[in-house]
């Protein structure tokens, strides 16, 4: 059910794009249970249905449809040809992996293509939008349903997914560094470039600082950073966008470092959407994996 100002975005989005528009509402489910609601645009005789998420649900209509009908335009313009999008090698040369909690995300990944991943579950993310600075917009997470349409088996998209993100860059900085950039932008790196020095810790993410957290599929990278600091590594999920790693030097227990990660999960310095797991993660160097401290 929708509120009486999500209905009026609707009729004033519809106005201000054209009778050749199919506009609606649905609501999306997202990470841990979060619905988000969504303005959908469909043009006449097109196959493609965008959808673009309202903000406080309308709260002022006029403003909330000018930059829904603003957004869908620009959109629009660098939005990839369902012909494009929709087939085999699109789809393997482009497949990333996104990581989200198992327990909280029941539901959700009835549908969506995964694998379950220690107590996360990692599933696929394509971009459809080649210019967005939204990648939950810009972007879908793949259901059986499409990669069954397209003659895709689970393990061809999951081996595309890795040699995808064996190829990326990352950020990778010291806590230290990151607080001296004073939020500029860090730059990104070739996974050789990576190296932990000291104790200090360090932060983690992809190159466009969204869904991080799939680096922890990144299999090269932990051996690397692991060699490199000569030790086995803790890895402490700040976000689905971000992680939080040092060497495994006895400092802190493994429950003192779930109790920091549960408590930042509870407090308000994190939205509910972001939040991955309330594990800590340690790369084994004898064992050559990832695994739960």
């Known amino acids: 059910m929708f509120t009486e100002n999500v209905a009026k975005v609707v009729e004033r989005v519809g106005e201000i ?8 509402a649905t609501q999306m489910p997202k990470n841990n249970g979060v619905v988000f609601t969504a303005i959908t ?11 673009i998420f309202l903000d406080k649900d309308g709260e002022n209509v006029e403003q909330a449809a000018q930059d829904i009908a603003e957004k869908y335009k620009e959109s629009k313009r660098s939005m990839i040809d369902t012909k494009t999008f929709f087939n085999k ?8 992996y996104q990581v989200v909690g198992l327990d909280t995300n029941k539901d959700r ?6 694998k379950e991943f220690l107590d ?20 879908i997470v793949l259901t059986g349903a499409n990669i069954g349409a397209l003659d895709i088996t689970f393990e061809e998209l999951d081996q595309a997914a890795a040699k995808n993100i064996s190829e990326s860059e990352v950020v990778f900085d010291s806590m230290m560094d990151v607080l001296m950039s004073f939020g500029s932008v860090r730059n990104a790196k070739r996974v050789e470039e990576c190296k932990i020095k ?11 600082a969204m869904h991080g957290a799939a680096q922890l599929m990144h299999k090269e990278l932990w051996k690397r950073l692991a060699e490199s600091a000569e030790t086995d590594l803790v890895i402490l999920p700040s976000s689905i966008h971000e992680l939080i790693v040092l ?4 400092k802190f227990t493994p429950d003192e470092m779930k109790d920091i990660v549960h408590s930042v999960n509870e407090s308000d310095a994190i939205s509910d959407i ?3 797991t309330d594990n800590v993660y340690r790369w084994s160097r004898k064992k050559g994996r990832l695994e739960i401290a």
């Open 89 to 96: 090698e699109y789809i393997l040369q482009n497949v990333k």
């Open 274 to 276: 972001d939040i991955l």
């Open 17 to 24: 794009l054209g009778s050749e528009y199919s506009v609606g």
């Open 109 to 114: 990944l009835e549908t969506l293509v995964h």
């Open 41 to 51: 645009i469909m043009e006449a005789g097109s196959a493609v249905q965008q959808r």
């Open 198 to 208: 000291d104790d200090d810790m360090y932060v983690l993410t992809n190159s466009n």
């Open 247 to 250: 060497k495994d030097n006895g």
């Open 120 to 139: 996360m579950a990692a599933t696929y993310r394509v971009p459809i939008d080649t210019f967005s600075n939204d990648e939950e917009e810009g972007s």
